[in-house]
Every structure is written in structure tokens, then in C-alpha cells.
């Protein structure tokens, strides 16, 4: 298993031009597996519909290039909102068959699991029969890769929401579940998988209320578009090939630029004046970051859950901000709200670098 | 003349309370000359009315505080938009009389100057007599604050856009003055006052067009709530008494933090890690960026020209998490679009400092 | 008692300049109470303030024709919203002392009565003391106009919010108290005291959530910026002077324009192809509507409750339509959101019409 | 040739599972022309990707009921914008060999005509190249249906926009052809095509320019997913088979409700109290309004042009709430802006209605 990282971009969502371009190199049947994580453009409400042409779009170049077979092997991960310093854009992971090749030199090497579950039926969503879903799907993309569970970097989890529009029954407005209970819901899963909850102890009162529980290495996202939970999952796996390894940090809360540049150094980032001197190393860089429930930052209030601007795009474009400064790029993968993904308000950044000489 | 800045917070656009704190230690007739530079939170947009609500709120207190004599030794400069990690606040400069008071120690400290213009008529508006105008106030501000030329640090000059709803005749909409265009002629008029622009070579074809063209220490701000040019004018005055200083820096694109972090090493703040070490000696920090006319950063395609959000949000909220991430602090002043106040895309800072034991 | 009902045009929410023109005629001295229901523009949404400008304009219009004790007499009423062929306008009520006045010669003229509560405590929102207040409130605003239950035409009822940004202490999302629960709870108020909804029957769980529950001569509004329940109560007088009467109609859904006409029509306005012949007659209008929980209408799905502009301004400029196509006018008084005052999807129209000759 | 038209809903954008359900009964081969005329939902702004996401499902449900080949033979127009009271939906046009059938009893009956132009070079469009292709187009469709200029009821023309985002180089922003001078271009051309403008008398200088000249027969729509000019034109034509017709009106303004009713009637509608009694027999309802330049109507100030929300939203959500109320329905597909298609601010209406017993 060699995983080989990507980045490509996109005109508008439904551009697939650089995403063919980029996997002209590979010849479709060695590519084991694949996943796309990528940000579309639109205006990330209720009636953007660019997630949902983005997925067609790149369903159908996966076709063109592999047929439904390839389609088959791969992962589709499209989240919405690329406000502010940030470039829409696309990372095609690639896992290749490479029997034979050398482990990596230093012992460890970015592996990928994916995996995706059973449709879940109404009633299950939200509810913990949810989270038990999603528990286990992070545990197949763990036997998927072939890792331990502190191999593990980053559990990329996508989960559904009850759609209002799919309703075929009239919807009671009041116990609709809403995408911040289904990301709270798929991370308290992802959180259980990775050791980092306690099973057992989980009660669906606590699901969106004990914010003190919390997964520490996932990344969750919620759509009306699907009906299963899916997850891409991405560990430094022993023995694996290949030259990439993953890094992950935390942040105290949106302006904690000191966090990524404390990943990026850990990971072996050269930094100079707060910026990284060779950014081509960074292969990817993956953040979701949240802001506090009374919407304050460093004891001051903002307008962050105040405005007619919904909350994640005022994270994602200070945020886009400060990584793209220190980066000196805007190919971020910039995503908000971090609901039992880290304490409230903080976050979690992750990169994936390749050596340099 | 002693110049004071305080920083004050505002629950919503017609709160005072924290304006009227500040204030209650300066008896009204020792106070010279007072300007707000405030940033309103509001939708930003054609129908958002926070500005004038501030204004009108702001003019009661200070009307409380000192009759209608201080509103008339008062300037008042409302911006709308506080994005991201921004906090709705104002400064309040106040100039007090100190006689006697002895000079700052190192030779210059923060001087203002305050100057207003004639009312503009209708067809002068974003011609070249706007343009003059614009200039002849900040020769008058100058004059006021008594400094040369070479002591200007930032002329802050707000500037008259002829309003759609105004308009006693039905407006062409295509010969409307917008507020981009306002502000390219003030910015130009700044220009030729500090002498950065060639007096007798500006034409109206350059106006907006010929971005090549700009000054170096101005920042400009439209509003149709205004018929007049008003400026206030910060300046390194030799033999001014007090201990602030003002420093100004230039950044060559939005994601420029090393900019910031220069300016602020150069005005005697200590940084560690990229972060400012002792936050509480930056009095005040100014900012003003944009976006190149393609909307691309660094080489790559961003929304911020191309989404629902009109740009100068997507600009403010990026750079409040540069700044915020830089400053620890959500308290900046923070603006887009820079027509001839910087290279397109490129931007301006500065920051009001206080010496710390 | 005679009460004058008048229509005044704004240029922008602060603008008072026709309100104090329509009002010179009038001497404060003899304006027994006044009223002011107002639509200001603005986005409408959490970070619009043109709802506090307005009012602080007006209050300043009225302390300037008639000092603080106008002020005190006066009642505001203030809803934002002008979405569509709406112009943004206000209706001034004056209730002149005109003792010895012949009553009018129908027997019955429009009469207003006033009443504001004690300001509620925090914990009260939205819960069955919010209700109980709301009852006496619009007792108290009967008792004012001099009338009984069955001459009550319309009750225009506002009820406070508890403000995110006001709140002192960091507010739990979940139990915050919207805006519609706000005004389903004034509604449900206004009903017990009109004798639509029975009083010791209702409990808190039938807050906004048993439906068949309405008032059905109310129109609700809430806002943040208020404490206390104010009441404008509006009914058809035995013995009052004056030639105006209101009357009242009930719309099925929105697209029912029949009840409109057919209100107009009970009125005395006669109308040709579905239009009014003499608009004029027709001194004020004021309609709110809903739409159903699913968002359907006439059995098909609409975009109102799934797009990114919030359903009420969907309603509020379809209605603006229907309405100004049979009036001819643009200035009628529309607001949306129907919880509890009609049944889902319902909606409630008010003409006040003079006697043309 | 007999055409028939269908209306199908669409659950979101990519929904076709009732335009593939309404083409069941149709053999492919049997179909010698269709065309979609579609509104999609979405934000309606320069992100909205809603109408290529549609267009990329339709033409996939196309491909899968009749191959490349009834792709090919398919016209496809999408509008965007759902606001208030209307339905997402999409008319289906099926133009049928009937051999043999009978010609309509009345000797007219509808008929359908398509064309699309050769790809337009950048430099055209915006220009007086692109106005005589867009007459040439009309003129193609007008003998691709076989009628005359006189029979023909309506051309619905749809022209290209210079994308900002396909430009390969910058495009400086003062020079982009906007999406309403690519609309007033096309409108021209229309309008030349069906004698209504003359041909030889047009200046570029007049383009978006000189109101006085307008189309009458014409609803153009533009949009950056395509280079072309296509058209759909409908006629009443001689000797044409089926029973349905087409009739077309003219609105003064947007309240102008008696227009639409009128028009109603001279199709042999009957209505009722300004309602129509059976709504069954209309089978298509289309309607294209405008606002004054100064955004007033009937004399008062609007905020259709100063708001937030585009003036486009806001005629849409009038004119669904003044048709629905007439028709009982909300699929009526409407548009605004009138550049050149109507006097400024006034409108065109058109209704397709079959006999009923």
C-alpha cells in the first residue's frame, strides 16, 4: 500500500478538468482505493445545491476514467464553503497497489481505510443507534487501512441529516434533526471508535449537550445528500510505503495560529518569521475549527453567531486567514464547527507532509 | 496637546454605555478636539442602517456628555462590517488642552488633526472637484493638528458617494457614483495632500482606472450619509506632549501578517512565535486591505469576487483572523478595499502604541 | 374621541420628515394618544437596527412637537420587513379630544386604545406569565379605547425576545425563546383576552405547538428591543365620533385574494375586475400571513421554508402582490409569521375606510 | 406536427424522477423536437449552481430515455429563482410526428420552433455581432416550426453572458458584459427578428440604453454556462395539429393584475371574482415583469433596487403572489427583468390553454 496525495482545482463545482488531469498518471487499475475530499463553492444554505453537482460531476469523471468499477473503490467527501483565503479545490487520496515496494524509511507511512455503512433507516438518525453506526464504520476504515487504533491520525467522517426537502411526511419543524446534531452524533461514534469516548457510558441526553465529550482525531460533516455514514480515515500506518506521514494538533480556539505552526513544525515544517519557508513539503492541510457557545473570542464578543452571515462562514474565513498566512497558500481544506470534535470553541488542524532534501 | 485613545465596546450599534464610561474621566472643556473611529456591526449592504444609527446614537452621548459645543469640536467616522474575528468597538481619540505639559521623550508622540469641508454638490461628487476638495481637507486636518507633511502617519478621510435613495430625480444607474468610485477620488485627493500623488497630473480618467497611482497613508471610507469630506489625522508630532506614537506599515496582499508583525517590532513591540507579547501596549490597530481585481491570491482562483458575499466581508474577516491571531485580540479596526490607498491587492496597517515599563 | 389615521412616507428608517409634516396640523395639546405602527426597511435579519433607529428617530420626532409628554402618550409600533411592491411607510393614529363631536352617524367609528406592561423578568419569556400578561395588556388597551370585547377589531400586540446579545450570561442556545415562540405566546395571550382561546385551559406545552389554538382578531409582533407587552387595540365604537371603521377578514392561505376583496367589499369599497375603484377611501390596510409547516401551497411545494431568504420576507412580498394588485397602492402595512392568529398557513386582513361621497 | 406540454415537478435541481415519469408514455423516436423550460431553485447569485447542476441531470435523464440522439434534438432552458409563491418545476415541450392528424378545428394551434446558434467569440458578445445572431437564431426557429413572424406568440431566447469565472485572463470588471446587457442585447436581436425593432436603425450606443426600443413577443434569459444563443420560440400556426394554443399579454407594471387576467379571458379562460374558474385548462402560464429604473411603482418608493435582496427576487415573489391568486396555482414560471422586452417596468404574460368541455 502506497497512498499518494493530491491536490487539484476546480473552475466551479462541476469542473473536473484538473481532477482528470491529475489522475492521467495512474493507470485506473492500480488504484486500490480512492477518495476525494473536496470544497465547493456555493452559498453553503439550505439551497446550494453545489455539493450535490460536485458529487455528480466527479461520479462521472471517476466513470470516464475507471467505470463504475472505479466508482465503486472510491470515497466521496464534498464539503461546501470556501469563503475568504481559500482556493475551492480537491484532494484525491490514492492508494496503490505496489506489492513489493520498500516500507518507509522511517518506519511509518500515511496509510488510508475507507468505509461506509448500511443506509440508515428515519428514526435511526440522530438517535444512538446513529452514533453506534458511526462507531462502527470508523472501526471498518481501521480493519479497511490495516491500522491499530493509535496509528490513526484523522477519522474523516461524513454522516446524514434528515432533510427537510426528502421528508415524504410533513416534518415537525421541532424535532428535525438539524446538521450540527448529526455531526455531533457522528463524532460522539467516531470519538467511541478511537478510545476516546467510553463506550458504554454514552447516553443520546448527553448527544449536542456534554461538550466535555469530545473524539480528539475526527473530523465530522453531515449532508442531505446521503443516507449512510461514510468515513475516510488516515493513519501513519507501520510497514507502509511510501514517503508521506500525517500530523495533527489542537487549537485552543480560531485565532491559535501557534497550534498549526506547532503541527507544521512537528511534522518537520521548517518555519521562519512565523511563516513556513517550503510550503510545497505540505502536501495537505486540513483544518475545523469552532467558535464558543456565547460566540465571545479571547473575552470579547463578535459577530460570529450574531449576523446574517451564518457562524461557520465567518470561521472559515478568519481561519482561511490565518493558515493561509502562515502557509502562504489558500489550499486549505477549512471546515467549522467542531461539535464533540474538540472542547467548545477549539478545533483541530492536520497535516500531511513529504520529506524534502 | 496630549492625544489619548481609548477603546470602548458596543452591545449593538445604539449602545453608548461603554462610550460614556470612557469618557466620565475627561471634564468637557479640557477636551480640545474628540473623533470616533467606529466600526458598526449590520448587513454591510445598500440597506443597512447601523451606521447612521450609530451615529445618531454616538452624537446624543456626546451632546450629553458636553452639549452640542463638544459634538462640534467632534469628528465622527462610522464603518460598518466586523466580520470574522472582530468586535463591534469605537476608539475615541480626545485632544486634551495640557499646557505645560512637557514634550514626549523621545521628541514626537501621536498628534490629531480634525478638518471638515464644505458640503459637496451633486455634480461634484467623484469629479475632480471632489478630488480637491478631498485634498484641501487633509491640508486643513494638517494645519490643525499643526504637522508637516513628513509627521503624517495615516489621514482616516471619509468621503461622500451620491445615494440611490437620495436622489430627488431618478439617478441613471449607470452614471451613479458607487462608493468604490468615492473612495478612489478621496483617496487620490489624500494622495496629492501628502504629496505621494503629482498634483497637476491627475485627471478624471485616472479615477479608479489607473491603479498604478495611490497614496501611502491614507484610508478612505465612503458613506451617503454624508454630503462633506471629513478627515482626522494621526501623525509623529515633534514636541507634542504624551507617550504614544503611531507606526505605519504596507502589505503587499491580504495574507501578509509579516507586514503586521514588522510594523508592530518596529513601533518597540516584542514578539515571540509570531505573537505580539504584551498585547496591552497596542493602543489601536489599523488596518486596510483588498483583493486583487482578478480575485486571485498568491496564484490561485478565490470566491471572494465571485460569491453572494460581496467581497470586502470575505477580505475584513480573513485579515481579523491575521491580525487577531497576531495581536491575541478580536479589537482591531478593520477595512476593505484599498483604490488607490495601496497596489492593487495590497494593503496598509497601523498601529498606535503605547512605551511599556 | 376622534381618532385620525393618516399614512407618512420614509425615505430611510431615521427620516421623520413626513411623519412631522402630517402631524404639524395637529396641536400636541389636543392628541389625547397617539400611535405610530411603522415598517422600516432593512435585511431583517438578527443584525438589522432599523427597527431601533426608526424608533429612536420617531421618539426624537415626537419630543420635538410635543416635549416627553407626547412622548409618554405615544405608543411605537415598529416592524421591519418592506420586501416586494412595499413601500416602507408608517401610520400615525391620533386620538383627538373633540368633546361635543356628533357620534358617528353609522352609530359606531373606530376607536384606539393603548396599554404597555410592566416589564417582564427573563425567566417570564415565553412562558404562561408572557401569556397571562399579554391577556391583561390587551384588557387594559380595551378598557383604554372605552370598549367591549365584541367592538374589538383588531389587537396589535408586541411581545419581547430575549435577546441573544443583551443576555448578561452566556444563553444556551436550546432554550433560548424565539422570535415565534415569542409571538405565539402573545397570540395565545391576545385570544384568552379577546375570548377566542379559553383561558384555564391552556397550558404551556400548547405553546406553539397545538395549532388549532388562535386568536382571531390579532396581529403579533416581537422584538429584542423591548421588555414589556405594548397593545394597540383598534375597534369599532358605539358613539364614537368620526367617519372611520375597521373591518376585518380572515384569508384562507396566501393566495387568497378573494378574502381581501370580499373584506374591502364588506367595507363599502367597490371594486371593478377585481380592483378597487377608489383606492382612496381605503385609509389603511394591514395583512398578516403565514404559510403552512410544510411549506405548501395549494398542495405544491414552494421554496419558502428552504431557501436562504428567510419564509417570512417569501410571504410578505408574494402578499405585497396580491394586495397592491387590487388596491393599487403600495403602502399596506404586511407582516408574516401567523402562529396562533390564524390557523396554519392562515392569515388575517384589516381595512380602515372612510366614507367617500 | 402536434405539440404537447407537460409540467413536472423537481424535488431539488438534479430531481428528474417526474420529468422521466411525464416521458413515459412518449417513444423516443416518435419525439422529433422537445424542450425543457425549467425554474431551479437556488440563491440566484454568481454561486448558484443550481441551473448547470439541473441541466447536467436533465440532459443525463434525456440521454437515458433516449440516447444522444434525443439529446440532441432537445433545447434546454433554465431560470433560476423560485421566490415566493412558485413552484419548482420545468415545462416539457413534445414536439410529435402525427402524421395524418387533423388540423386543429379552430386552424391554428400551437406549434414549437428551435434553433441555436454557432458559439459566440468573446469579443462578440455584448456587441452588435451578438444582437444579429440572436436575430438570426429567432429567425432559424422561426422556419424550424414553419410559421410566420405574424404567428408567432412568443420567443423565449436564451444568450450568453463573459463569465468572470471561464475568462482566462482578467477581465477588467468595468468592461464585463453584465448578465442584463447580455439580456438587452438578445432582446434587441429578438425584437429585430420579429419586426418589432428596426433592423436597420440600431446602434450599439442604444444597447441597455434607449428603453424606448423594446421587443414585444420576446422573455430572454442569459446565462454564463453557455456560448450560444438558443431559442425556443412559440407560434399559433396554421394548419398545425393538437388543440392547444398560446396567448400573449402585456403588463403595464408588476401589480398590473388585470393584464394577466385579460389575457386569461382572450384565451377563452373564464373567471370569477378574479379568479380562473378552471385552471386545469391552462396548461403553461409564463410571465416576465420589470421594475421602473427608480424602483418606484404606482408613484411610491419600493426597495426592489435598494435592498439586500436583488430587485429580481423581489418582482418574482410579487408578480407568484398576483398570478397565484388568479390561477390558484404556483406553477407559473416567472422571470424578471425586461430590459428591452417591455416599456421599463412593464411586462409580458403568456398562457398556453387547452379547450376543456
Do not use: W
Not at 466527479?58 to 464534498?78: C, N
Not at 446538521?179 to 458504554?200: F, M, N, P, Q, W
Not at 501513519?236 to 513544525?265: E, P
Request: glycine share 10%; hydrophobic share 45%.
Amino acid at each position: 500500500m502506497t497512498v499518494t496525495v493530491l491536490a487539484y482545482d476546480t473552475a466551479h463545482p462541476g469542473d473536473t478538468a484538473d481532477l482528470a488531469a491529475k489522475l492521467a498518471p495512474f493507470a485506473p487499475e492500480r488504484i486500490r482505493k480512492l477518495a476525494l475530499l473536496v470544497k465547493t463553492e456555493g452559498n453553503a444554505d439550505v439551497n446550494d445545491y453545489s455539493r450535490e453537482y460536485g458529487l455528480l460531476s466527479a461520479t462521472l469523471a471517476l466513470e470516464a476514467k475507471g467505470g463504475p468499477a472505479l466508482v465503486a473503490r472510491s470515497t466521496f467527501l464534498f464539503s461546501t464553503g470556501c469563503e475568504g483565503a481559500m482556493t475551492p479545490f480537491g484532494y484525491v487520496f490514492i492508494d496503490q497497489a505496489d506489492e513489493g515496494a520498500p516500507a518507509a524509511p522511517g518506519g511509518r507511512a500515511l496509510a488510508m481505510g475507507c468505509a461506509r455503512s448500511r443506509s440508515l433507516l428515519p428514526h435511526e438518525i440522530g438517535r444512538m443507534a446513529h452514533a453506534e453506526i458511526a462507531a462502527a464504520t470508523v472501526e471498518a476504515a481501521m480493519r479497511d487501512a490495516g491500522v491499530t487504533r493509535d496509528e490513526v491520525a484523522l477519522a474523516i467522517v461524513k454522516t446524514p441529516v434528515q432533510s427537510f426537502q426528502k421528508a415524504t411526511v410533513p416534518v415537525d419543524q421541532g424535532r428535525r434533526v438539524t446538521s450540527g446534531h448529526a455531526k455531533a452524533v457522528g463524532a460522539l461514534g467516531a470519538g467511541i471508535a478511537l478510545g476516546e469516548i467510553e463506550r458504554g457510558r454514552l447516553v443520546e441526553s448527553d448527544f449536542d449537550a456534554d461538550h466535555a465529550l469530545h473524539a480528539r482525531r475526527a473530523m465530522v460533516f453531515s449532508g442531505a445528500e446521503l443516507d449512510c455514514v461514510e468515513v475516510l480515515l488516515l493513519a501513519n500506518k507501520q510497514g507502509a510505503a511510501g514517503d508521506l506521514t500525517i500530523h495533527t494538533g489542537f487549537m485552543t480556539d480560531m485565532l491559535d495560529g501557534g497550534a498549526i505552526r506547532r503541527t507544521l513544525a512537528e511534522a518537520g515544517c521548517r518555519l521562519e518569521d512565523g511563516v513556513v519557508v517550503d510550503p510545497a513539503a505540505v502536501v495537505a492541510m486540513l483544518l475545523k475549527v469552532g467558535i464558543s457557545p456565547d460566540g465571545r473570542l479571547r473575552g470579547r464578543r463578535t459577530t460570529i453567531r450574531s449576523s446574517h452571515i451564518d457562524m461557520d462562514k465567518h470561521v472559515r474565513a478568519a481561519v482561511s486567514g490565518i493558515v493561509g498566512s502562515i502557509l502562504g497558500s489558500t489550499r486549505t481544506f477549512i471546515s467549522a464547527n467542531t461539535v464533540h470534535q474538540a472542547p467548545p470553541g477549539g478545533g483541530i488542524c492536520a497535516c500531511i507532509v513529504a520529506p524534502r532534501t
